[in-house]
């Protein structure tokens, strides 16, 4: 029987790929990539040889019984996201579930990922914090942001830098304008910036200055 990899890859510092991730990407029969452009611009970097298939949101559905079947027949695969863990806000859970439920052996490499170092870097409390990924961008949004107006724990969410103040504008009116946040923007690029505020600050700054980048949203909970 083969086996399937989760090989997390850099979110912008080509240098945070592991040692293990690229000879797993070297040995493996097949690299299930998000986009094949992109995983393709890694490959070459490092001069990783292994053919691609492309494994997204629009194909997975359709594509995930026979990926499992070949694994449980010897070939041993890489699933890897444009950027970071694969199957956190990114394709990859069907296949893990399937692979599951057919005792099929999987293995996830520790690597880069977005949310733990804006949060360690944001000065939050984060011993106890809840991931949201990106939140709902219209039905059940509302329902959802009043939910977490009562988390205790801090949050982290993923956004867009196109609705960023939107995001920002809703949280300041269900948890209130002094609720303290941070915002991490281009993690481990050259641009890498977080801006720490209230929320009300946040939506002063960046109103003023217009995000740019993946943007790593982290806020506090509500005060018992």
């Known amino acids: 029987m083969g086996k399937l990899y989760l090989i997390p890859t ?11 991730a690229i000879r797993l990407l070297k040995e493996v029969d097949l690299i299930l990539a998000e986009d094949t452009r992109t995983t393709g611009f890694l490959l070459n970097h490092f001069q990783i040889e292994t ?8 194909n997975e559905h359709k594509t995930v019984t026979a990926l499992v079947e070949r694994i449980a027949q010897g070939e041993t695969m890489a699933l890897v996201s444009d950027a970071g863990t694969p199957a956190i806000s990114d394709p990859g859970f069907l296949l893990v ?3 599951v439920a057919q005792d099929v052996e999987v293995e996830c490499l520790p690597g880069a990922t977005a949310l733990v170092p804006a949060l360690v870097n944001s000065g939050l409390p984060n011993d106890r914090f809840c991931f949201e990924g990106f939140l709902p961008q219209k039905k059940g949004r509302q329902t959802r942001l009043k939910e977490l107006s009562e988390e205790w724990r801090t949050m982290v969410f993923y956004e867009s830098p196109f609705r960023l103040v939107k995001t920002l504008q809703q949280l300041s009116d269900y948890f209130g304008s002094e ?3 941070t915002v991490s923007r281009e993690l481990t690029k050259i641009y890498e910036e977080t801006v720490r505020g209230t929320l009300s600050e946040l939506i002063v ?7 740019k980048g993946e943007i790593v949203l982290i806020v506090a909970g509500k005060e018992s």
């Open 179 to 181: 609720r303290k946040a």
């Open 51 to 58: 053919r691609m298939m492309p494994h997204h949101k629009f």
């Open 205 to 211: 700054h960046f109103n003023e200055k217009a995000p």
């Open 10 to 20: 850099p979110i912008g510092n080509l240098e945070d790929i592991t040692l293990r």
């Open 97 to 99: 579930r399937a692979c």
